[in-house]
């Protein structure tokens, strides 16, 4: 049935996410914080992610604009950022992090701005892709709604 | 879900709380601990509030610190756990652990993302009781229900360690808990949290339960009247029915003041035992004492009652002093407890963050202290008390002063809430304590006469004053305890006169410098332990201060007395308002210029005094300073409440003894005990 498909297709997804090193065991966590009563928590958690990390990328963003950087700030944004990425299980986007303190901390600020490059891509890739795994298992979802045969 | 607690909506997290006695089956527990979650994260705050609810309890998220606080402080008994992530914007997570623990004594779980080791061990050092690393794991949580558990064991075990409790008494006390819950160990866990919780309540009497026992609300007057008595059966003597028969409130039960008397001793003893150096478990001690006897009174609002405390205070603590001064040089090196007992309940918190070397500043600076003006806040006799008890223990007056740190802090936090200056006075006193005996080279001395001086002077001239309940030296304040109490009381309200939040804050600025906020106020708690002991031992701490203070106590016992009124707290002055850095000199002067300005209002730079010039200032000064205190010195339980005598009061009460020998002051500063003569150098 279509309806196995997409739980076939999802859960596959869901498994590359681990695979590729883009969640971590965090995420799982979270998972497993969803039940019944919250049955879309994992979707409001990083939804909520999303939605407040980037004012802290913006943030950063501007601090990495000004001249000379103020590695201090530009350190605490970022653990800032960090904090919350871990929470959600964000293993790639952490590692940028991780990587970007480090050269705060040199006073490295082409690497601080390298690594911020990298860091932003990661953060979109993750993004798209857990926008689609969440819309798609909403589709899919337990509900009696009939299945979409629409996977996008 | 807890069934009697909402989601740990602060309405269900009231002093009701979720572990009445009688509501909640003790075999459900952990499910119901009621936590508070503090991260500015709010992804992570989500998490954390599910993760919890998933582990049953209930749960309270919120995003700012200072939020958090006044939750806490609304609801003082509406939370059993604190998690609190360490970076936030608008305070800082140590600071906000601080806090608690002084205000609140809860356990505080430190979370961080940051798992470096020297955070880790701040939180360690700043009292966290357990510090997780994020991303937290459910699993992490689940366990946290451990924490409260083993801090109220703790608190039983001090209890028992206190010694002095009747043994009956705290049989009693667990059994009567027992009978409570039906599960011994959260039975005890719980009824002795919910009697703690009772009896911290400020709550009128109120028999709401069957089960528990009707609360008392351990008023300013109460307490100033359960000191008195204490004091005066002296504090390795005091037991409970003596206590409650010589303090004859009708209504009062023997549990009532055995619990009490718990709680105090434990005050006293952790006033005491808080060693000079940055002891986390000094602080958290403290802290907890002092959080428990905070919320005796009040914080937030209870200006009267921390000023019936403080004042009384002074009352009891001259006695004290005398007593413990006199009659006890080691009382407070060697135990502590009692002295951190009363303490304690004196809510001398603001002694802890008083160590701040001076960092008082704005406390003090607030007003030139009016050493002999009464001061209307009460809080200074008390501190001074608390100064001198702590001064006391000739001996190791560094621990003292550590304890007075400890006391002055809490104190001057309460005095903060009420009135900011007494505040200051202890925490000068607990700082210039420990200053002055460098100077003076008698360390117990300073530590007396800093409480006293610290009451004084602090607040006039110096923040700094305030600020110093690091008192280390722990020294001679003991000898100064009764006079320079009011002294000291006074002093900190010009300082202080913002309540609350304002005059904690210049604490924590003060801890900031200072370093380990916990020193600071256990400086202070040293301080007011000296001064307790003085107050006890009677004239021993007048000998202390005088030596301290190298006033040449030799040179004229009375004066001495006298001076010790005043030297103290010119040494507190001093110590206070000159910067930490020069110590003695500063504080000399800055005593001398407190006293000064109290007495004379004249000298008020004399920056050089130390002790010397005390000396020749307090023989000047000293009858005046007597002459203008304590009125009522001698009602201790009157001190407290409205009562501006404060510092003239003791002032005068210190001045008549010196001259009469013993002041009219009431026998219950015991100015008896001042005599100079004994001083033990």
Known sequence: ?152 | MNPSNGKGSIATASSSGAWKVGDVVPDQFPAGLRVLVVDDDPTCLVILEKMLRACLYAVTKCNRAEIALSLLRENKNGFDIVISDVHMPDMDGFKLLEHIGLEMDLPVIMMSADDEKNVVMKGVTHGACDYLIKPVRIEALKNIWQHVVRKRKNEWKELDQSGSLEDGDRQQKPSDEVEYSSSANEGNWKSSKKRKDEEEDIEDRDDTSTLKKPRVVWSVELHQQFVAAVNQLGIDKAVPKKILELMNVPGLTRENVASHLQKYRLYLRRLSGVSQHHSSLNNSFISAQEATFGSMSSLNGLDLQTLAVTGQLPAQSLATLQAAGLGRPTAKSGIPMPLVDQRNLFSFENPKPRFGEGQQQHLSSSKPVNLLHGIPTTMEPKQLANLHQSAQPLGNMNVQVNAHGGHSSSLLMQMGQTQSRGQILNESAGSHVPRLPSSVGHPAISNGIAGGVIGINGIGDNSRGIGYNQVRPTSSMLSFPMNHTSELASNSFPLGSTPGISNITPKGAFQDEINSEIKGSTGFGASYDIFNDLHQQKSQNWELHNVGLQFSASQNANRLQGNLDISPSVLVRQGYSSSQTSGQNRNVSDIGRAVFSGVESTQQGNTQIIGQQLNNFLVDNSVRVKAESIPDAGSQSILFPENNFGQEDLMSALLKQQQGGIAPAESEFDLDGYSIDNIPV
Request: net charge neutral; with cysteine.
């Open chain 1, 1 to 152: 049935m279509e309806r196995n498909q997409m739980h076939k297709h999802i859960f596959l997804m869901r498994q590359s996410f681990f695979d590729q090193g883009l969640l971590d065991e965090q995420f799982i966590q979270l998972e497993e914080l969803q039940d019944d009563a919250n049955p879309n928590f994992v979707e409001e958690v990083v939804t909520l992610y999303y939605r407040d990390s980037s004012r802290t990328l913006l943030n950063i963003e501007q601090s990495l604009e000004k001249n000379p950087l103020d590695f201090n700030k530009l350190d605490n944004y970022m653990h800032q950022f960090k904090g919350s990425s871990t929470s959600i299980g964000a293993k790639k986007v952490k590692a940028e992090c991780t990587q970007f303190r480090e050269y705060c901390r040199a006073g490295n600020g082409e690497g601080c701005m390298r690594t911020f490059q990298q860091l932003k891509k990661e953060y979109a890739i993750l993004k798209k892709k857990l926008e689609t795994y969440f819309q798609q298992t909403r589709q899919a979802g337990p509900s009696e709604t009939a299945c979409r045969p629409r996977m996008n």
